[in-house]
């Protein structure tokens, strides 16, 4: 899995949970988890994220 | 073998009203939310028609209510302001802690029971049938049976895919918001909405008073040209003088669906409402009003199908009612969104200053062959604008 969540930015929104094609993203109390043998690498998440606050982990 | 005759997952207002109503016809109700405290956290611009109370019937408690709105401001990217000041403008910035709590209190008083901290994670399947749902409260594997399921869980809207409903939002087809609560503000007796392609692509930014100097400050932009927050900050310096001595108090953000509400409403003795269905103004992006609506006729068609044993097939009603309310006026506005996303500043600004406030009426009211008429000799040396605007008139 590419992406990751930077949890000091995070709000907690659920706008990633609903763009993310592959169900991946679960938002629970004050943290988001992603799945990553669900995860396809998309990156629609990082792109939705009003926080900019998913983002492609640096190699 | 049933636990409850229904069950509604998701406790804003949507979720709230479903209970309420199914309960109010003697059906057993359960209604559950995933976080510990309802409302919270606010993800949304808590902005809302009065009308919606003549309509559903229910007052909007004094201690929700913020501030009251009498007015609509349209800003083009030049500044042009037209407003909007009629009966159909007026309506309150509401608290949604506050309001969606009393929500969830009317639904208990009626009669349903409430879980918070409660949530689920799949639907128990019997042959094409869900017969339940399974998750976790507070911490201790939940499961529960019953013979509806309203899907009423927001933008993330995971119910309904579960089920093989297609309600994922896309980049294109949907508004990402984000808004700062602020505070040592002016603001007027109006809502603000601003349209610039700068700080606002294919969606707008807003000032949605909350009090006598606090506003709800934010942005909704579509997920391909960069993350919300950035056109935020752009919005904030493009009026930094009305923001300067604004204070931080909150972030709020979340998705916006903006596009046709799902197709598939109802499947087998699953209903699906509100955000989680895309029943989203497409224009204003305003959801609360719809899934209040959605969530009063699907509980009704619930709690009736359940008390006095109807076919399957009667939940389809609430599809039908649905439909029949609310499918024209979402086409048209549609269509309104189709052109305004495709305008550039420029043509903004052009039909800013070609419109006045009575202009701003007829759009909303739908009446888009009058105003086009009057767009004439913009369109006369604007070619380019003619087939994009030409949408409102098939």
Known sequence: ?59 | MYDYDVIVVGAGPGGAFAAKEAALQGAKVLLVDRRKEIGAPVRCGEGLGAGIEKELNFKVPKEAIDAYINAAELYGPNGKKLELRTKDSKGYVIDRKKFDKFLVEEAARAGAEVLVKTRIDDLKKEGSKFVGVIGNSMGEKFEANAKVIIAADGGESLIARKAGINSLATLYESDFGVEYEMVGLDVKDAIEIYFSNVFAPRGYAWIFPKGKDSANVGVGVDGLHGNAIIFLKKFIEAYKERFKNAKIVAIKGGIIPVTMYIDELVKQNLMVIGEAAHQVDPIHGGGMALAMEAGSIAGKVAGTYVTQNKDLSYLQNYKKEWDKKERKTFEKRLKLRQVLEKMNDEDLNAIFNALNDEDLQKVIDGRYDIVVRKLTRILISRPSLVKVISVLLK
């Open chain 1, 1 to 59: 899995m590419v992406v990751e969540v930077d949890r000091d930015k995070c709000i907690y929104c659920g706008a990633c949970v609903g763009v993310c094609p592959k169900m991946a993203i679960v938002l629970e109390e004050n943290v988001i988890k992603i799945d990553a043998t669900k995860c396809v690498d998309c990156l629609i998440c990082t792109k939705a994220c009003p926080m900019n606050a998913i983002k492609k982990k640096e190699k």
